[in-house]
């Protein structure tokens, strides 16, 4: 049996104003008498012998409910898994007439009334027969109606509660105003906020169906809170047309009307209000002691054309306890207003322009379809964008915010890092913050600003340019392209994983496994190879593009460029200008694409390995052409050409080649190349490619 004792007031006018003073300790248990004998002859108010009747089936299962959140019943009589023992620690159960808390019928309360924890009467429950054939019946309590609340008012007495619109109690104290009404606590006898306390004046069905916040708040005060109820991932949702609650899919009891008017406690996990069913734009707030609209037709009705704030209520957080918080919301095919809390939240728009605040903690708001405002609060927040007009806002020093879509994006002002996700060829831009963008499987351009940018190519034939800054740059697998804008910027490849390329106006050294690089602008730039086969292009301004090791492609464009093959079997292209050609080791081919190219210097050819190549159109010359045999190549001391045909003359003394347009007739005379080493040159050391 349970003793009951003295508690004090917790300094919280909220919770004081519901404290009697009053409370159970040890093992409590609850009965229903079946005849009147089992109570003293000089019983209280005389209930016991003023037109007993053992309580009601229907009644019985409503206290089950409001005690143990386990009604043995079925239908609509009572909510499951919403008990006293599912949000406290009060130890208790079901025993026989002589328990702590009897519970019966009499003619002698006009409506119905409880004894506060204590000896003999104390715990003492009686519903009165006045209303008996009536709506309020208390034999016929039903989710929702006056019955069935009067029961959990009741019950609250008998377990220490008092009433919230009176004073007293350890704290001396009624439940302040702006919360004194049936959707914050059902002790209180008013229907609404400052509504008369001569009697309730909600709807048949607008009476709260579960405690409601204040009230789990002051039992869990006394009794301590219960955090092993649903600890699991749970998943509550509300159905349209009927009300009835359901948790991981299974009903908790349909209410006798379309009303939806609970609180509800939850003790860990990851918990999630899934609302996908409404088609009608919901509002809610998991904040704790915040409210959510999930239809307007759903509202309990209070009275004097008021209508309770909301249908489901938020408890309260226990002594900061954050294991009872809901954390995700699920929207419907409406325009919803889904608000999160100090949780790392989880918002899901749906279809219909929604509006998402994921308020502190490291949220992740999804849009879905429609036009879309999310706004992440503090916290490292993720953005989930399916649709291009959205308007996402984060505010200034807010955390570490990441944007993830399928969709072209560039980052707003106070976002950090951008996500591509599918394989469509999309691009992402940053802004000035330091940005990380990660692309997708397809072909992305990410572009960063003046931060010090992250870019992570991924698959694909992606083109990362950081923009300013000390940038990293990762190109993954696939042809990557890297514009280089910055001295500062960092390039990473792994081997095999495509043929990559460099695009900079600055000088710039090839890190290993890139192969290509390209100036661009009129800027003079250095350009440096790597070990492998490389390809050099310069710009308009004066190069100087060294291959090193490698079979080695360099370039050189307009301007007076130095080019220096390195080892390998390298290909230089002076371009025009005055170019210096240095093929290095390995057998190197000079080419030259245009007659009028300008006059270049080459410094080591070695008459062996080397050859001088020809672009054969520009000449007007085959592939393959064999120019000695054919008139179009002559070598001689004087430099003279020989024959009418246009040829190539190699003068043996200089040592300088010339393409003579006109053959031995005067002028059309082209210089182009030097060999500054005295080498014997043949015909065998030229050839003409397409």
């Not at 100087?544 to 079997?569: E, F, K, M, V």
Request: proline share 3%; glycine share 16%; with cysteine.
């Amino acid at each position: 049996m349970a003793t009951s004792t003295t508690i004090g007031a917790t300094r919280n006018k909220y919770i004081d104003g519901l404290l009697s003073g009053r409370a159970w300790t040890g093992l409590l248990t609850f009965g229903f008498p079946e005849e009147a004998a089992v109570y003293d002859s000089l019983y209280g108010a005389g209930e016991p012998y003023s037109g007993f009747a053992a309580l009601a089936p229907a009644g019985r299962d409503a206290v089950r409910a409001a005690l143990l959140g386990t009604p043995n019943g079925s239908g609509n009589a009572a909510l499951q898994g919403m008990g006293i023992a599912q949000f406290t620690q009060l130890d208790i159960t079901e025993g026989d007439s002589g328990a702590d808390l009897r519970i019966a019928e009499s003619a002698r309360p006009p409506t119905a009334w409880a004894y506060y924890p204590g000896a003999g009467t104390g715990g003492d429950v009686w519903f009165g027969t006045a209303y008996a054939g009536t709506v309020h019946d208390f034999r016929s309590p039903t989710l929702g109606n006056y019955a069935y609340v009067t029961v959990l008012h009741e019950l609250g007495h008998a377990l220490g509660l008092k009433h919230a619109q009176e004073g007293g109690g350890p704290g001396a104290t009624a439940v302040p105003a702006d919360r004194d009404s049936l959707e914050f606590t059902v002790m209180t006898y008013r229907s609404y906020i400052g509504a008369p306390t001569s009697g309730y004046s909600f709807e048949q069905w607008g009476a709260p169906q579960s405690y409601m916040m204040l009230d789990i708040a002051a039992l869990q005060a006394m009794y301590g809170a219960d955090f092993g109820t649903r600890t699991g991932d749970t998943i509550y949702s509300w159905n349209p047309l009927t009300g009835e609650m359901s948790v991981d899919g299974t009903g908790q009891g349909r209410p006798g009307g379309n009303r939806i008017f609970l609180t509800t406690w939850d003790g860990g996990g990851r918990d999630t209000y899934d609302l996908s069913d409404y088609a009608n734009g919901v509002n809610v707030d998991l904040a704790p002691g915040g409210w959510s609209i999930l239809s307007g037709a759903q509202l309990a009705k209070l009275g004097n054309t008021k209508y309770a704030r909301g249908n489901v209520f938020n408890a309260l957080q226990y002594q900061g306890d954050r294991r009872s918080l809901i954390e995700d919301a699920i929207g419907g095919i409406g325009n919803d207003t889904l608000r999160g809390n100090v949780a790392a939240n989880l918002l899901q728009g749906g279809a219909g322009n929604d509006s998402l605040s994921g308020l502190d903690g490291n949220d992740t708001l999804e849009g879905g379809a429609g036009k879309n405002t999310l706004v992440g609060g503090a916290g490292d927040d993720s953005y989930i964008v399916s649709s291009t007009t959205d308007v996402l806002i984060e505010a200034a020093a807010a955390g570490t915010d990441t944007v993830i879509t399928s969709l072209a994006w560039t980052l707003g002002a106070n976002f950090e890092t951008l996500i591509l996700t599918g394989d469509a060829k999309v691009n992402g831009t940053g802004n000035p913050l330091r940005n990380l963008m990660q692309g997708n499987v397809g072909d992305n351009l990410l572009s960063g600003a003046a931060g010090n940018d992250t870019l992570l190519g991924a698959e694909g034939n992606d083109t990362l340019n950081g923009g300013l800054g000390a940038n990293q740059l990762h190109g993954g697998p696939g042809d990557d392209t890297y514009v280089v804008s910055s001295a500062m910027d960092a390039i990473f490849e792994a081997p095999n994983d495509g043929r990559d390329r460099v695009v900079t106006t600055l000088s710039f050294t090839l890190p290993d496994d890139i192969e290509r690089l390209e100036f661009t602008g009129t800027a003079a730039a250095a350009g440096t190879g790597n070990a492998t086969a490389n390809v050099i292009l310069g710009n308009a301004g004066l190069n100087r593009l060294s291959g090193l090791d490698g079979n080695d492609s360099l370039s050189g464009d307009r301007g007076a460029d130095t080019l220096l093959g390195g080892g390998g079997d390298d290909t230089l292209v002076g371009g025009a200008g005055a170019d210096q050609l240095t093929g290095g080791a390995g057998a190197d081919h000079f080419l030259f694409l245009r007659p009028d190219d300008g006059f270049d210097t080459i410094l080591d050819f070695d008459g062996t390995s080397d050859c001088l190549a020809f672009s054969g159109m520009p000449f007007g010359l085959t592939a393959g052409i064999d120019l000695q045999a054919t008139g179009r190549l002559t070598l001689n001391a004087t430099g003279s050409a020989v024959g009418t045909a246009a040829q190539f003359v190699y003068n043996t003394t200089t040592h300088i080649l010339c393409w003579d347009m006109n053959g031995a007739a005067s002028g059309g005379v082209l210089r182009l190349v030097m060999l500054r080493d005295a080498v014997a040159v043949t015909a065998a050391d030229f050839i003409v490619i397409a």
